[in-house]
């Protein structure tokens, strides 16, 4: 989700304890969905898996974001992403909210595919790309995470082996969020095909 854009002569920039103050984007809102629940974006919603290869070539890294108290679902583990603004394609908005939460350059994105999560009402579209800069850092960059940060994908692929959406890495136990746990054996199955 949008934030406005700090000061840069002026830090800290963002405290991740609080809301930050909003600037109104044409896709906030809740969507009352026909499956019963409510979900966040007008236009539906998308987000970034930004994955990474090591020394050999192989998918190694991901990029991952611990979501702020704050928010909905806080303390929870997903990737960027959010609420899609009008006339954003999905791939626009999954990078936009990378760029935005995760100080991710918009040029070292090369996209692989997507999945999507489609409702009666409403839809999430995960796409999946790579990070063509293997240096590339990431941070969190606005007020919506406590931590964005590259984790292992065998991490990843331990959860689905296991079938369990909370895994421990490094003496931390890591909650993902559960649309995004339903997505990673597809979205985990995208990356093998496109090796
Ligand atoms: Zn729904």
């Given at each position: 989700m949008t934030?406005?854009?700090?000061?840069?002569s002026s830090a800290p920039s963002f405290d991740s304890s609080v809301p930050p103050p909003h600037v109104p984007q044409s896709g906030d809102g809740w969507v009352q969905c026909a499956c019963g629940?409510?979900?966040?974006?007008?236009?539906?919603?998308?987000?970034l898996f930004l994955v990474r290869r090591d020394g050999?070539?192989?998918?190694a890294e991901v990029v991952m974001q611990h979501r702020a108290l704050w928010s909905h679902q806080?303390?929870?583990w997903g990737i960027p992403?959010?609420?899609?603004?009008?006339?954003?394609?999905?791939?626009e908005g999954a990078v936009r909210e990378a760029v935005e939460e995760a100080g991710v350059l918009p040029d070292a994105v090369r996209v692989l595919g997507s999945h999507a999560l489609t409702h009666a009402d409403w839809s999430y579209v995960t796409v999946v790309a790579e990070c063509t800069d293997p240096?590339?850092?990431?941070?969190?960059?606005d007020a919506e995470s406590l931590e964005v940060r590259w984790l292992p994908l065998d991490?990843?692929?331990m959860a689905v082996e296991q079938a369990s959406a909370s895994v421990s890495w490094g003496g931390v136990q890591v909650e993902l969020l559960?649309?995004?746990?339903?997505?990673?054996?597809?979205?985990?199955?995208?990356?093998?095909?496109?090796l």
């Open positions: 934030q406005p854009v700090p000061d840069p629940n409510r979900h966040w974006g007008l236009f539906g919603a998308a987000g050999d070539g192989r998918w806080g303390g929870m992403g959010g609420a899609l603004n009008a006339h954003e394609s999905a791939r240096l590339a850092a990431v941070s969190a960059t991490l990843l692929r559960a649309p995004f746990f339903g997505a990673l054996p597809a979205l985990l199955r995208i990356l093998d095909d496109s």
